[in-house]
Every structure is written in structure tokens, then in C-alpha cells.
DNA sequence: TAAAATTCTGACCCCTCGGTCAGGTTTTGG
DNA sequence: CCAAAACCTGACCGAGGGGTCAGAATTTTA
């Protein structure tokens, strides 16, 4: 079969074989992880999913472990964007709204991401742990730092910058992590672009008038 | 060994025993489903953490999914529990507050249970849609309805019940789902009472002053 | 174009886990 | 007190999963 490749295929370099297994095999394994979890999900059905033969997958990655610390690193990556997008100078105003935004936009377009990322923090963070004491502790106290600043200026209510972001995590990762069950009892197939408006505004409003920040 | 059980242990009647034993492997179960998750629990490991040999964990529960399922649907129970007690006469003022306390508690009392749930809906809540279909949507509606009132009779603002429903929920299970992230984050062993009081409060007052809810 | 390096894969191994079962022990009922 | 019922358990089994490996196929290098 592979040796009637067509001579069109064989002018591919291996290079690009390479990478497009390497992303199939990653986009598979992050649509499974997701779904099933780290022990429910088997080799042999990510290499299905991605169309390759088991033992292929495993000559990518040496281990299903190596495997899933690859998807968890890119993924991390992805959680912590836009969060220093938000400094002392600009007006939570504007900011919180701003972040709140990203955050729901990154449920809405990367489900997979969020639940995997919920997974494991739930199970302990076996895997985590390290990047989660290090990065992003690092990102963490830089944003709780403007937050003081802002309610230094007197730009927001004295509130725990600290739990304000879990709020903020906790109310717009649930749009991923319990889509499921908001649509089960909204009767619908999935949520709609409408239900991640209505989330969004909601989150903003409760954020911005709970903080008592003023619209300028 | 079991024949030289003294009178005092041979008075127990047997009914107690069965009880006992019952209790012993639910509560492990419960314990190692929360921290493991499904697949990565093993009977054996339920049956040495509740001090009986495996076969016996078989004999009171046919199938690990039949014991599993008796776990999940103990703990929807407590899941719901309170959300019965807002109703349309009692200003949102108070029993707002109250209801979020008591989720605050339950996170707090028992984060495994809260945990438990989360991973099920996480990975497409293969054992507790039913239920969730039928309970807990028939309370679900009923509860959104008296936001409704709430909002009719100008207590409130004319906010989206349902999506109110849902940051509560999630922002309140933060506490218990994601009080690893939030331990390792604020370098803490694990979550004191301050930390759920001041979540608490952060949660009711943009919950209140979010939704326009007036301080009688 | 031949040899070296890389990539691919079917067959196989081993171990763990859920579940069974035969036979033993204890409790209950008459 | 004895038989029937309920309870307990060590030994065993089959399936499935992660991972290995020898060698084939393909690409690169010289």
C-alpha cells in the first residue's frame, strides 16, 4: 500500500510525515485524554483515532506517561495566556472584562484543554505539581500584586485578590468542565453561543459591581 | 483468629456487622474514587483500605460499577440538599447567603464527595445522567423559577437564573475541586477555615451586590 | 547506488485487574 | 441441638493493557 505512494506524496519530506504523526498523534490523545481520562484511555485507541498502528505511537513516545506530559505542558501553556495581560496601569475596568472574556472564549474553543487541565488538578496533580509551584505561582502573584495595586488607587473595593481569581477560574472553566451537565438541564444538545454571552456577562457584571469598580 | 472472638464481639449481631462492613467499604470507596478517579481505583485497593479481603468487597457488591453507582447516588443526595430551602417569599437577601454557606460547608465537610461528582460530569457523567436528567432538572427548574419571583417582585435584577445557578455552583465547588490548585498557589498545606470564610464572603457579596439585591 | 540511519510494525510478553467458585465458617430458626 | 441459611475467603481464570523487539520498509548520506 505505501509503496504506491504516489510520487506526489513521495515529494513530502520525512520531516513533514514526522510532524503530521507527531500532531495527530497529540490531537488524539488530547480529545481522548479528555474524554476519558488518563486510565481509560489506551494506546491502542489513540493510534486508531489517529490512524496509526499501536506500536507507532509508541515509537513516537517511549511511554503512555510521556505521552501525557506532552499534551499537559502545551496545554498549561494555553491556561495561563492573557493573564499578564492585566497591569497596575489599566483600569480594572476594562482589564477584568478583558481577561473574564479570554477565559470563556478559551472554554468555548478549547474544551479539551480545560477538562484535562480539571482532571488533573483533581486527581492530585501528579504531573503538575512542579509547573503549578513554579510558572504559574510566578503569574499567579504578579496578578494578585495588581490587584492590590488597583485597590490601592482605589479603583476597585478592598477584596482578596486571591480569590477573586478563583472565582474567576472556577465561574468560567465550569462553561468546559460542566458544559454536560448545564445542558442536560437546559435541554439542550450543547451550549450555544448564546449561553457563553450570557455566561460572560453575568461573570463581568458580578465581578465589576461585586468589586464596586466604577464605569468611568 | 476469628474463632477466638471473645463474647462480647459474638454478641454483636450479625445485622450490625453487615452494617459495619457496608459502611467500611463505602467510605473507601468514596475516599479512593475521589483521589484516583473510576478506572484507577482497584477493588483491592478498596477492600485492604476497608480491612477485608477483596472477595469480600465482591460478595457485598456483585460488580465495582454497582458499588460504584451506590457511592454516586448517596452522594447526589447530598448534592442537592438545600437547594430546596430558597423559596419565592424569603428575600434572596438572606437565603441567598444561606445557600451559598451551605455549599461553602459541603465543599469544606466533604470534598470528596464534591469531587466524585466533578470527575463524572468531567467525563460525560456516564452513570449519573439519568439522574441528573430527572432530580436534579426538576429541582434545577424549581429553584430558577423562585429567582424568577425574586426578580418579578423587583428583589432582584433581571439576571439569568440559570446561569446564576451555575457560578454559584461552581465558584462555591472551587473549594473543594480545585482547593489543591489553591493550596499549592498560596503555599499552604491545605485550605483553613479562613480561607473558605473569605471565599465565602467574597461569593455572597458579588452574588448580592452583583445582582442588585438590596441590604434590607 | 550502496550502506547507514531512520522510521515503521506485527507478534509477543508479562502483569494487573475484575470477577468466579468451591468449600469453609458463622448465624439463625425451629 | 441440628439443619438450613447467610456469610466469608483463598485460589484461580480470562481479558486487556502497557511496553518490547526483531526485522522490514523507507529515507538519507556519501
Known sequence: MSKIQTSTAKRRKMSDIRKDNLKQILLSA???FAERG????????????????????LYYFKTKETLYKEVLTQLLVL??????????EQ????????????????SKQHPNASRIFAAE???G???????????????????????HDWIAKKWMDPISPEHL????????????????????LMDKEELGDNDFETGLELISRLVLKGCGINLV
Open 30 to 32: 488530547e480529545n481522548l
Open 79 to 88: 491556561w495561563m495566556q492573557h493573564m499578564d495581560e492585566m497591569t497596575s
Open 125 to 147: 496533580a501528579p504531573y503538575l505539581r512542579e509547573q503549578l509551584q513554579t510558572d504559574l505561582k510566578a503569574q499567579f502573584i504578579k496578578t494578585c500584586q495588581v490587584f
Open 165 to 184: 481569581l478563583f472565582l474567576i477560574w472556577s465561574s468560567t472553566q465550569a462553561y468546559s468542565d460542566y458544559a454536560l451537565q448545564s445542558s442536560l
Open 91 to 106: 483600569h480594572p475596568n476594562e482589564a477584568l472584562p478583558r481577561y473574564i472574556l479570554q477565559k470563556m472564549k478559551q
Open 121 to 123: 488538578i483533581l486527581h
Open 38 to 57: 488518563y486510565t481509560s484511555t489506551t494506546i491502542s485507541a489513540i493510534a486508531s483515532q489517529a490512524g496509526l498502528p499501536k506500536a507507532n505511537v
